[in-house]
């Protein structure tokens, strides 16, 4: 996936093959192209080779990507349209890595201009002069990348540029390209220019891109600059913008030649794709955690209690599994500590074997709660259900919980579990409390490697990986209203008896 390279960053180097002077670009049989012939025959070459024309876009390969290469072929502009966290901007930087990797410019450019393809006065007497002897520069597809995010407060001047007086003041006139400080858009000439949430922009600067996107030119201060622009602009909407924060000027929409529609994944296996390639996760988080997470911000996306207008962002699933791996990693670093003491809540439970193998952290379904309380700044609730917005989404937590205990535990005889506490035995879990103990408590059950299986965590898991097990049975078992649970004071959990 293409990149924007950071201001630290160190520019990639060219090649020491590629060539030096005008003359040898024309022997070496180089032929100019336009940005948009550079992206179709880019995207056509991978299309032929079988390569992944959109690495890294998940969820979109039967829906917006056959979009997306339609307008590229077409050699359109366009916009896409979609709520929050629906992955548009991440989409359209991937777009840089159609770009040939590495282009000729006039060396000192502020227009990445093309030394056969001069645009200002001033470098074309410099290319007339000098001939095939002026020295070419390279430009790596990294550096032609130009992105803005829409704000109020965007000027004319940020986006097109504006006259210098201090040009003005050397003896340069009115009129002279020489004058002009270039905004943004004209400084990714030949490259793509990106502005995200466009409908934040301001009409009267969204007037200011019509010349852009039609006639290729720009005008800056009451006079026009006849410069060929040579771009692909792609810009970010959400479809509430058209009508609440803002809206797309109807002559600006007229002239994106494509209006994209993107969308959330459609299926839970799209949703788990996504979290495992996104997600940074700092302990392990087995599949049937993750599982719960992904069912869990399905369902607050399809929730009545939530403003569908403004949509349950991806990056909600992402930081879910992120926030349970991390409650993981703070389970094993407090059980670590010096004779096996506990701060917090749990503090009082049986000390620790200071000699027994340290706690590995792997992630439990119990550890999804924090959650419900940590993202709900990511959720825009309607306006009747305030004040009960972690409530809701516990109830939605459990539901999901509850879904993937069926859907991977179903048909299984799980009364082994049931057994157990059936005369009154107890089995405490919670945030704190050890996977040895954990087991210790659970013994030997009948059933239990079978659902160990079935969760995928193999035939020989580690005590971790089979107390984050044993605690998914117990609460799958208690949602479908098979075991008791309480949860005390001191914040564990206790399962036993029938509810």
Same mark, same amino acid.
């Given at each position: 996936m293409g990149r924007v390279t950071a201001p630290n960053q160190a520019l990639p180097v060219p090649p020491a093959d590629l060539p030096g002077t005008l003359g040898a670009?024309?022997?070496? @049989?180089? $032929?100019? +192209?336009?940005?948009?012939?550079?992206?179709?025959?880019n995207l056509l070459a991978r299309m032929r080779s079988g390569e992944d024309r959109f690495p890294g876009i998940v969820g979109y390969d039967d829906s917006v990507l056959p979009e997306v290469e339609r307008a590229l072929l077409a050699g359109h502009d366009m916009?896409?349209? @979609?709520? $929050?966290? +629906?992955?548009?901007?991440?989409?359209?930087r991937s777009l840089v890595a159609l770009l040939d990797e590495w282009t000729p410019v006039l060396?000192?450019?502020?227009?990445?201009?093309h030394p056969l393809h001069p645009l200002t006065p001033a470098s074309r007497a410099l290319v007339a002069e000098a001939g095939d002897d002026l020295p070419v520069g390279w430009l790596h597809r990294s550096m032609r990348y130009g992105e803005k995010l829409a704000t109020p407060d965007t000027s004319v001047g940020d986006l097109i540029g504006d006259v210098d007086p201090i040009r003005l003041a050397q003896g340069r006139t009115l009129g002279d390209p020489e004058t002009i400080h270039f905004g943004l858009v004209p400084r990714t000439n030949r490259g793509i220019f990106a502005v995200n949430e466009?409908?934040?922009?301001a009409e009267r600067i969204q007037v200011a891109l019509l010349n852009v996107l039609e006639e290729r030119d720009i005008q800056v201060r009451g006079y026009q600059l006849r410069l060929p622009l040579d771009l692909f602009l792609v810009a970010s909407a959400n479809p509430e913008d058209y009508t609440n924060r803002g809206r797309i000027i109807t002559p600006l929409k007229d002239r994106f030649g494509a209006e994209v529609r993107t969308h959330y994944p459609v299926d839970l296996e799209l949703e788990l794709a996504l979290i495992r390639q996104e997600a940074d996760l700092v302990a392990e988080v087995p599949e049937h955690v993750l599982e719960v997470l992904a069912r869990f911000a399905r369902a607050v996306r399809e929730s009545s209690s939530v403003d569908p207008r403004s949509g349950v962002s991806a990056r909600f699933a992402i930081a879910a599994a992120e926030t349970v791996a991390a409650a993981?990693?703070?389970?094993a670093g407090l059980l670590a500590g010096p004779a096996g003491t506990r701060t917090g809540p749990s503090a009082g439970t049986a000390p620790a074997d200071a000699t027994a193998r340290p706690e590995a952290p792997v992630a439990r379904v119990g550890d999804a709660v924090s959650v419900t309380s940590t993202l709900r700044g990511?959720?825009?609730?309607?306006?009747?259900?305030?004040?009960?917005?972690?409530?809701?989404?516990?109830?939605?937590?459990?539901?999901?919980?509850?879904?993937?205990f069926r859907a991977r535990l179903a048909g299984l005889d799980l009364s082994g579990f049931t057994a157990l506490v059936a005369e009154g035995a107890v089995i405490e879990t919670g945030e704190l409390v050890a996977s040895a103990e954990l087991l210790r408590q659970v013994g030997t059950v009948p059933g239990l490697a079978k659902a160990l299986d079935r969760l995928g965590l193999g035939d020989a898991p580690t005590p971790e990986q089979a107390a984050a097990g044993v605690e998914f049975v117990l609460e799958g078992l208690h949602l479908t209203r098979r075991l008791g649970k309480d949860v005390t004071e001191s914040g564990r959990t206790v399962y036993g008896g029938r509810s």
């Open positions: 670009l024309r022997a070496a @049989g180089h $032929r100019y +192209q336009t940005v948009k012939q550079e992206l179709r025959h916009v896409l349209l @979609g709520e $929050r966290g +629906q992955g548009k901007t991440r989409l359209i060396p000192g450019s502020v227009l990445n201009e466009l409908p934040d922009l993981a990693l703070r389970r990511k959720v825009e609730f309607e306006s009747g259900e305030e004040g009960r917005e972690t409530e809701i989404l516990a109830h939605l937590l459990r539901t999901a919980t509850a879904e993937t």
